[in-house]
DNA sequence: ACACTCCAAATTGGATCCAATAATTTAAAG
DNA sequence: CTTTAAATTATTGGATCCAATTTGGAGTGT
């Protein structure tokens, strides 16, 4: 799978961005078993950086370690989904609040052509446009820790992006709220950009939680 | 150090609660270099374990892994504590939030004897039951993965208590800062407790980062 | 047919071993 | 005497090995 073993020292970091990149599509499904054996396999490493990087992933909340019984894929479930979107609405209003004093114009047509592309961009590359939209706005804020929580919760949240990806409403919606987001930016208008942000998180949790509701009803 | 090995399959966790405690209470200081030949001396066990630990802690903040270099206990500095004062800040007013609604007078006097318990103990240990205290008025929330975030929060504050601990006012401001919190608890006041809880956190962020400030100077 | 026990296979956790990289010391030259 | 180059040492990253725990199944008795 990954033909060319790169340099020491970054083996374990690959791993775990091949194995989040799986989680997050939904290519390794909610509560599958995790070997090691066979992880190592299809990295073409031993068993050791793959121990490694499921250490990280539960760290990141994708994968839930259990002594002695080895790893599996992080359940879904709509409490998650609710606890992610409430923290998700603190962070991120507090990003946006710490960025829009240092936004330039530039930065923001940066983030209305990514805009731009989600609304053309298939299904499967809309969660990670949707996070680099967002990060564009609070890359101003220089807040590393910060970026890097609100990264972590959106790789969480983007797992229940699969179940109404194909929804139109929702895309629309977000789109006229990035759309709503982006103007605020503009205008340096720090209130507006943190309710636009807040109510933008709130409204797609809400939307989400229902699709999922919907299919955990048809799973059962 | 450790006389017993544990149960298989948690030695990698007693390891990580130890060294975070080292770390916290400043045993292993900021900078320090994290030997696995040797923590795995002090641990009675081989080096494997050791590395699982030092990813766990990287993922929380408090050590930084260099490839092929080992690990060092994370340097502290002035932005790292704005930063999580201020994620903090939007965190905790998040928790009182969701929690004031379902709070009982019994977990309000449990709180409250815990901050009985604050203002006679020795400063070493201020730290712990200062997150205690926090987490038990959020408990009723129901919110474990926030909880996990605001208690690795305090983790990182900590560590700056140490160049504060002895003076008295901190300790006064935020006994009173705690009983007007307990008070606005017993009144089911959200929005009072939500302010009480941010102004407390930002106003213990500018003192830490004053006296962190001379600290530093000193230093160069 | 069901439950229980015991045994074998699978799998993880920890120890050890080896190779690659970084740090340090020594040696040499200007 | 200082500075640079080479070799030696220390330390990490990854592979392999072994022991402990869990899982699944076969067999037995009720």
Redesign the interface.
């Known amino acids: 799978m990954i033909p060319k073993p790169p ?4 083996r ?1 970091q690959h791993v775990v961005d091949h194995i989040r990149e799986a989680i997050i599509t939904g290519t390794l499904p909610p509560g599958s078993a995790l070997r090691q054996e066979e992880l190592a396999a299809t990295h073409a490493s031993s068993r050791m950086p793959i ?2 990087a499921l ?2 992933l539960s ?3 994708l994968v839930q370690l259990i ?2 019984r080895g790893a599996i894929v992080a359940p879904i479930d709509v409490e ?1 989904l609710r ?2 979107c ?2 998700r ?3 991120e ?2 990003a946006i609040r ?1 960025s829009v004093p240092h936004l330039s114009n530039a930065q923001i047509d940066l983030a209305a052509s990514i805009q731009k592309q989600i609304e053309t961009a298939p299904p499967e590359e809309l969660g990670s446009l949707n996070k680099e939209f967002h990060c564009t706005l609070y890359a101003p804020a220089g ?4 970026m890097a ?1 609100i990264s972590s919760l959106h790789d969480i949240a983007d797992r229940y992006l699969r179940f109404t990806l194909l929804h139109l409403d929702y895309i629309d919606r977000s789109t006229s709220e990035h759309q709503a987001l982006l103007d605020a930016c503009y205008r340096r208008d720090v209130e507006e950009a943190m309710r636009l942000t807040s109510t933008h998180i709130v409204e797609a949790g809400k939307t989400l939680e229902t699709y999922l509701r919907k299919h955990l009803e048809t799973r059962l």
């Open positions: 340099q020491r020292g970054d374990a121990r490694e250490r990280t760290a990141e909340g002594p002695n998650e606890e992610t409430e923290m609405e603190a962070a209003a507090l710490l807040r590393p820790r910060l929580h």
